[in-house]
T-cell receptor
Framework: ELKVEQNPLFLSMQEGKNYTIYCNYS?????LYWYRQDPGKSLESLFV?????AVKQEGRLMASLDTKARLSTLHITAAVHDLSATYFC?????????????FGKGTRLHILP | DSGVTQTPKHLITATGQRVTLRCSPR?????VYWYQQSLDQGLQFLIQ???????AKGNILERFSAQQFPDLHSELNLSSLELGDSALYFC???????????FGPGTRLLVL
């Protein structure tokens, strides 16, 4: 069974600091997604990672994927208040000729001004 | 604005009833996904369609069904509704099925 674990689930940090959100998953996957959700809003796709060693960056956010360790990270550099949101990782896998997408529980990030 | 539209935005209904949620994908996107978000279950993938065909099935209950029409819009049918079906239902679309997904604003369903 494919399981996805995100940690931490809650994170409060000061502006200007760096931090990393971790996403571990339990079985082989061929794609990993990161999403952002603001309170009361829909999801916004941040990154899609498709291969081992993939690294993508957008502004202060950088995502990486290590398929051997079954681990993806979302690194926040010099955090700003606007990055406060809930971040989800989701793992896609083909199982029994059927594709599945499993989400982590999300990391609620609160950046203090 | 992602370009994905969902109707209705809000829906209040009673247990035992049936409802239909509608999704129009971004122009040119062939793949449509449905997700459920609730406090109890978190975010769950329900089902994916690609160019009219079912491509992947997640935790979709037997009381729920979906389809994608020739014009690529999709409908999610929820029947014999229970209190626990109260949730946000999101639709997303992508060009072929493995790239970035674009999410609609969601339909908030309340079952009383």
């Amino acid at each position: 069974e494919l399981k996805v674990e995100q940690n931490p689930l809650f994170l409060s940090m000061q502006e200007g600091k760096n931090y990393t959100i971790y996403c571990n998953y339990s079985t082989t996957s061929d794609r990993l997604y990161w999403y952002r959700q603001d309170p009361g809003k829909s999801l916004e796709s941040l990154f899609v990672l498709l291969s081992n060693g993939a690294v993508k960056q957008e502004g202060r956010l950088m995502a990486s994927l290590d398929t051997k360790a079954r681990l993806s990270t979302l690194h926040i550099t010099a955090a700003v208040h606007d990055l406060s949101a809930t971040y989800f990782c989701a793992v896609g896998a083909s199982m029994n000729r059927d594709d599945k997408i499993i989400f982590g529980k999300g990391t609620r990030l609160h950046i203090l001004p | 604005d992602s370009g994905v539209t969902q109707t209705p935005k809000h829906l209040i209904t009673a247990t035992g009833q049936r409802v239909t949620l509608r999704c129009s994908p971004r122009s040119g996107d062939l793949s449509v996904y449905w997700y459920q978000q609730s406090l109890d279950q978190g975010l769950q993938f329900l089902i994916q369609y690609y160019n009219g065909e079912e491509r992947a099935k997640g935790n979709i209950l037997e009381r729920f069904s979906a389809q994608q029409f020739p014009d690529l819009h999709s409908e999610l049918n929820l029947s014999s509704l229970e209190l626990g079906d109260s949730a946000l239902y999101f639709c997303a679309s992508s060009p072929t099925g493995v790239e970035t997904q674009y999410f609609g604003p969601g339909t908030r369903l309340l079952v009383l």
